[in-house]
């Protein structure tokens, strides 16, 4: 039998090419803060920053699975 794609032989993926795909990751993290009243021109500030997809710790060698990245056909 031939290999294909790097591990597949046949119908059988060989066991050296299987990964420990574990993971942690922030994936979405927020801050907000309320100034209140601010003089006679703003009633209620309130100011927020948001982040997503920040760090991520794992020894995965491939793509990010929650990627929404998708090749051209």
């Known amino acids: 039998m031939s290999s294909i794609a790097g591990g597949v032989t046949g119908q059988r993926i060989q066991e050296e090419h299987i990964e420990d795909a574990s993971f942690i ?19 209620d500030l309130t100011v927020g920053l948001m982040g ?20 051209p056909e």
């Not at 997503?52 to 090749?71: E, H, T, V």
């Open 25 to 43: 990751k922030l994936r979405e993290i927020g801050l907000t803060y309320s100034f209140g009243r601010i003089g006679k021109n703003f009633e």
């Open 52 to 71: 997503r997809n920040l760090i991520s710790f794992d020894d995965y060698q491939g793509f990010d699975p929650g990627n929404k990245f998708r090749r």
